[in-house]
């Protein structure tokens, strides 16, 4: 028989206690705005929830083997990007040139660390450049020319041909956009924004969060809305993360990410009250209309959204998990 001494035990049994009570959680979206029943499709509605499942098991498959919040919501991005059914990647919308110009940024609550890269053309996976930013480079956000040049300099980005970005889908929309514009009509943002999100909490108790765009169909400019602006489309701390999805002059405006958590840290406040009060209140005060992700270091989940859907999943701390579409659900 096997003796071991009594402090050595209790030492083992308060760290098996610890490592039990440490959970993760995450929660992603895929974009919020005019989503109706009737014009999705039952298989179309199951493909959008596979590919949201597909999203959250590569990102929970990182924290269960122990891995960073940072690592779980790269993974779950890359797997939105690569989906032809979100404004982001491989589903990006065309701007009114006819083209792709792609936007992201991630950050580590604890460090603060963030990186961000916007105007994209040819950027396989922009949540990767915007990561390697972070990472091999002293700056925060890198845009157009430049962005492309740095992801030159880097063996791991993938790089594709711009129409690599084309769907069939994406340029109706496109052709709706022209029409209703030279017919002398305004279309409404909502109907035209995406944006794709996620949020962690690993084992360590560290938070990470991240966005990837396309932007607006029929943008014009070089326009940057808040996906890539840290503290407006995204933003984490060590209390809280948040990705947005909206209208993002209005979010960069209210600079919605950071004050959602901003609340949270300095006055106190849940994060559901917290979440509910700058998008379903700020922002709809100022005009404007979206939705956000958020999550705190307890695992606490709020997915609020003033549109009449936002595509959106979750896996809370006790493992429970889950897809929604609708308002209703």
């Not at 083209?99 to 603060?112: K, N, P, Q, Y």
Request: proline share 3%; hydrophobic share 45%.
């Amino acid at each position: 028989m096997v003796r071991i001494p009594l402090l050595l035990a209790l030492g083992l049994a308060t760290s098996a206690a610890f490592a039990g009570d440490t959970r993760t959680a995450l929660v992603i979206h895929a974009g919020a705005g005019v989503i109706e029943r009737k014009a999705l499709s039952v298989d179309d509605e199951r493909a959008v929830r596979k590919d949201l499942n597909r999203a959250l098991d590569a990102g929970n498959a990182v924290l269960e083997d122990g891995g960073s919040a940072l690592d779980a919501v790269t993974a779950s991005i890359v797997v939105l990007e690569e989906s032809p059914w979100f404004n982001a990647g491989k589903g990006a919308v065309f701007n009114a040139a006819g083209g792709h110009e792609l936007d992201a940024s991630i950050m580590e609550g604890h460090t603060r660390r963030a990186g961000a890269v916007a105007g994209l053309t040819t950027v396989r996976n922009p949540i990767r450049l915007a990561r390697t930013v972070m990472e091999h480079s002293p700056h925060v956000m890198m845009a157009g020319a430049g962005a492309e040049a740095f992801a030159d300099t880097r063996p791991e980005i993938s790089r594709v041909r711009p129409d690599w970005f084309d769907t069939d889908r994406r340029r109706e929309q496109l052709e709706e956009a022209r029409r209703l514009e030279n017919a002398g009509q305004a279309a409404k943002p909502s109907t035209y924004f995406g944006t794709v999100g996620a949020v962690a909490l690993d084992k360590q108790g560290h938070i990470a969060a991240a966005t990837s765009t396309g932007g607006m169909t029929n943008k014009r400019y070089g326009r940057v809305g808040d996906a890539p602006i840290i503290g407006a489309g995204n933003w984490a701390d060590d209390r809280c993360g948040v990705s947005g999805t909206g209208w993002g002059e209005f979010y960069i405006r209210a600079a919605v990410a950071h004050d959602i958590c901003a609340r949270v840290a300095y006055r106190g406040d849940s994060l559901a009250a917290a979440a509910e009060a700058v998008v379903n209140g700020e922002v709809v005060k100022l005009g404007g209309n979206g939705g956000a992700i958020a999550l705190d270091r307890d695992g606490n989940i709020a997915m609020p959204f003033n549109t009449s859907g936002m595509y959106r999943a979750w896996i809370k701390p006790d493992g429970s998990r889950g897809t929604a579409i609708f308002r209703d659900e």
